[in-house]
């Protein structure tokens, strides 16, 4: 078994601290005596912004490397002393031109879009503190107490459900669900994903749960709440937030134990950070999760072929059939079962259009490139490392995994998507070269 502190090692900025300048003392005296003192005072008064811009602002540049770029999400880690600051404003110097920009206010990042950039080509920005925000907000997120949803420029993109959604299979109650995605739209406003769907009922959506685990040497199951052993669920909310550039919130999930003695006992929490980017004509969002230990005993994730981070398709992909897969390494649902591919995308007709959901594996994941569950005549399919064998999640030891997700309208074709996965897997350098 494999036996790792699971987390991400990367850093996208250096670190430094600015130079303050601090307003010189003014004087309150008039008559001749003190013109010339007045007159230096009106001309500091002038040119402090100035100063104080020098003061409070990064010289940042970012590098394409070795291919083209186009609306890729840029994240910069401020310095400590630019932590605290609320807003910025974004230059792009090049041109002059403002470019919206959005502080990160649980992570002490700020992330812009890079609309375009060619392989080998570098591009410049002063980022500046601000007193408001610049931009105003075009990825919204609301909380209407039962589910947190999510929309760009008006139009709808996802839901999560902090409520129970009740089963609507009346002899199956069991079958109700919290703490996963569902609905998730693209562009047009059709809808992309499943809920409930009879033939699998336990499959909701977009929802992260183990298939068999062990705990305090009691065997459960998260996956399929059928089995009465186990259930993942949502915890709490965080926090959420709506902005020029994301939309994000931030909530915690759990996986209890049903069998054990006592009652219910809580096995896994899990934190989601979810970022919804405004990139355009595609929906673009990252889902970051952290599995930690509940309490002082470790759990193993059992060796089986499915479990993990899932997606499960529209109803009318399994009714017709007309759907499929295509992975980085070319496969389809005939030939693409436990291959591990860097990413995958589930597609398919629905009236007169062909819409579909690209999910993008991160490199910093246990076991990268992950296998993948994809079934030959159902619109679902899971990464899940467990193929590969057992695996512990030890306490103070958490579970990071990191996925990006495309919502797209038409066929993604397979070059496009292999630039998708590299502006995440091998994003452009970010570098700051004055502070």
């Not at 649980?106 to 950039?117: E, M, P, R, S, Y």
């Not at 709440?225 to 915690?252: I, M, N, P, Y």
Request: aromatic share 10%.
């Amino acid at each position: 078994m494999d036996r790792k502190r699971y987390g991400n090692t990367r850093t996208s900025a250096d670190h430094g601290h600015p130079v303050v300048t601090r307003r010189p003392a003014g004087s309150t005296a008039t008559g001749p005596p003190f013109r010339l003192a007045a007159w230096l005072l009106v001309v500091a008064s002038i040119w402090q912004p100035a100063f104080l811009l020098a003061a409070d602002a990064l010289s940042i540049e970012v590098s394409a490397g070795s291919q083209d770029r186009l609306n890729v999400p840029i994240t910069v880690e401020l310095p400590e002393s630019f932590k605290d600051t609320p807003h910025f404003t974004l230059t792009r110097l090049g041109d002059g031109k403002p470019v919206a920009v959005q502080k990160d206010r649980g992570t002490g990042q700020v992330v812009w879009i890079l609309d375009a950039l060619a392989a080998g080509k570098t591009e410049s920005y002063r980022l500046v503190s601000s007193a408001a925000s610049a931009a105003p907000d075009t990825v919204s997120v609301g909380d209407d107490g039962k589910r947190l949803s999510v929309s760009i420029a008006g139009k709808p993109v996802l839901v999560y459900n902090q409520a129970v959604v009740p089963s609507p299979i009346a002899n199956e109650p069991y079958y109700a669900k919290s703490g996963y995605i569902h609905p998730v739209y693209d562009p047009a406003g059709q809808l992309v994903t499943d809920d409930f769907n009879p033939d699998h009922a336990h499959q909701h959506g977009i929802m992260f749960a183990w298939r068999t685990i062990t705990f305090e040497g009691r065997e459960s199951n998260g996956w399929d709440q059928k089995a009465g052993t186990g259930r993942v669920e949502h915890l709490a909310t965080d926090g959420f937030g709506s902005g020029a550039v994301f939309g994000w919130f931030d909530v915690r999930l759990r996986q209890v134990d049903l069998t054990a003695p006592g009652g219910p006992k809580p096995v896994l929490e899990d934190r989601w950070r979810v970022r919804v980017y405004n990139v355009g004509d595609r929906y673009l969002f990252d889902i970051h999760s952290r599995q930690s230990c509940a309490g002082g005993s470790p759990v193993t994730v059992n060796e089986i072929h499915y479990g993990g981070l899932m997606i499960r398709g529209h109803a009318q992909w399994q009714e017709t059939k007309d759907f499929d897969f295509l992975t980085s390494g070319g496969k389809t649902k005939v030939d693409g079962n436990h291959t591990r591919p860097r990413w995958c995308d589930l597609f398919g007709r629905l009236g007169e259009r062909t819409t579909g959901i690209a999910l993008f594996d991160s490199p910093d994941n246990f076991r990268f490139p992950q296998p993948i569950r994809l079934h030959p005549s159902m619109p679902y399919f899971c990464y899940t490392p467990a193929t590969l064998g057992g695996f512990d999640i030890e306490p103070g030891k958490p579970y990071e995994s990191r996925y990006r997700f495309c919502i797209h309208d038409g066929k993604l074709a397979a070059a496009d998507a292999d630039r998708l996965w590299r502006d995440f897997g091998d994003p452009p350098t970010v570098r700051i070269t004055q502070k």
